[in-house]
């Protein structure tokens, strides 16, 4: 007889493990995993899950307001495609919340994302390395490495690694691997150029010293650190963007480092853009708070916004902030909405003291607070995934 809970498990990992790849594979991925949790339902078992844990509802709230913009949205022409680019909010938190995955199949998907994720970096390595060699002549290009490395889009790869760092340093069955792995998420992060990654990693990087700083501080930690200083320097010599980027920022913090910064960076990183996106998107905010402009449907008036405040070229860009991007979309009710879910897994995280929950919740805030993850399928899937987790741990522990 067919064993269709390992079936469910088997799915689960392949679900996990085409997460960081091309993005037609994770609906794939999707589909066979909602089918063997289909083949493997109880009823007896499965329909007691409302009881033993309601959070899960405010996915499904968050996707009915996305459903209900349809019929206010002011967007000429509006397709389905934003419903059906947001319908994992829907089923993944539904499919989680049913399946019958043990503490341990679920550590064994997250060691499995873990080592897709190492895989995907050496990957975006062996092809920046393909692109020298066949390119070398324009190897002097302002943003050659960036663009001759494998890659989605780097702030959406950038938030996937660190997620895996975060598992790196926090799965046991994994700690003999953290010192090449850490070095080569640190290495894929720091040549993407995504201030926000790099930060996440640092403060990542800082917690985990933090617990465990006993352990860690040997002789052979400061030779690891001066190896560490040594790639950094070589690998920001290899790219002016990365260069001009990390300087940009150093000097807006007060460094006093742009004369470190190429003319060509510092019209191309200037940290003033997203200001402007901000301002723009909260002075449009204003004006229909309660429930938003519907699903992508704010776009239209952004841009309006933007000519209006003089801002014409950022025409066509969105508020590069998941919670403005929300609030446009969805009013002030979607807006809450989305913070629930962060305050509930974070709350989650402190009564089991998970460093490994707070520190996957710290990173996808960060990343809300300068990209607007969900407008892409890609930041739908790892957000629904992870936090429909830590839910599901909860309901596990809740059951015991």
């Not at 064994?108 to 975006?124: D, G, P, T």
């Not at 742009?258 to 060509?264: I, K, L, T, W």
């Not at 969105?318 to 929300?326: E, K, W």
């Not at 998970?354 to 996957?360: A, D, K, R, V």
Request: hydrophobic residues 50%.
């Amino acid at each position: 007889m067919i064993n269709t809970n390992r079936l469910v498990s088997y799915s689960f990992i392949l679900l996990m493990a085409t997460l960081p790849f091309p993005m037609i594979l994770a609906p794939l991925a999707l589909a066979i995993f909602v089918l063997m949790v289909i083949l493997d339902f109880k009823r007896d078992e499965s329909l007691q899950v409302p009881k033993h844990n309601r959070f899960f509802y405010v996915f499904y709230i968050y996707y009915l307001l996305i459903v209900v913009g349809l019929f206010y949205s002011y967007e000429e022409g509006l397709k389905y495609s934003r419903i059906a680019s947001q319908l994992p909010m829907l089923v993944l938190p539904m499919t989680i919340s049913v399946a019958r995955l043990s503490s341990n199949q679920i550590q064994l998907a997250k060691r499995i994302f873990v080592w897709s994720c190492f895989l995907f970096c050496l990957v975006a390595f062996i092809s920046l390395g393909y692109n020298f060699y066949v390119n070398h002549e324009h190897r002097l290009n302002y943003n050659f490495v960036q663009r001759s490395m494998y890659h989605f889009h780097y702030p959406y790869d950038a938030l996937y690694i660190n997620i895996a760092y975060v598992f790196l340093l926090t799965e046991r069955k994994l700690k003999q691997y953290i010192e090449i792995m850490a070095l080569v998420f640190f290495i894929f992060i720091f040549l993407s150029g995504v201030r926000i990654g790099a930060f996440s990693f640092l403060l990542i990087s800082i917690v985990y010293f933090g617990r465990n700083w006993k352990t860690i501080i040997k002789p052979s930690f400061f030779l690891k650190i001066a190896l560490l200083l040594v790639v950094a320097v070589v690998a920001l010599n290899s790219s002016k963007y990365a260069k001009d980027k990390l300087f940009d920022t150093l000097s807006n913090l007060g460094f006093g480092t742009e004369e470190y910064v190429s003319e060509v960076g510092e019209d191309y990183h200037k940290m003033s853009l997203r200001t402007k996106l901000w301002s723009s998107s909260i002075s449009l905010i204003e004006e229909k708070p309660l429930m938003g402009y519907g699903p992508n449907g704010s776009q239209r008036f952004l841009d309006e916004k933007y000519i209006e405040n003089g801002y014409g070229d950022l025409k066509g860009l969105n508020s590069h902030n998941q919670f403005l991007t929300t609030t446009l979309n969805h009013g002030i009710l979607g807006l809450i909405t989305l913070l629930s879910i962060f305050l509930l897994t974070l709350k989650i995280g402190v009564k089991q003291k998970s460093m490994q929950t707070i520190l996957c919740v710290m990173v996808l805030f960060l990343a809300f607070m300068t990209e607007s993850v969900l407008i892409r399928q890609k930041g739908v899937f790892l957000f629904a995934i992870i936090m429909s987790l830590i839910l599901k741990t909860r309901m596990e522990v809740h059951k015991t």
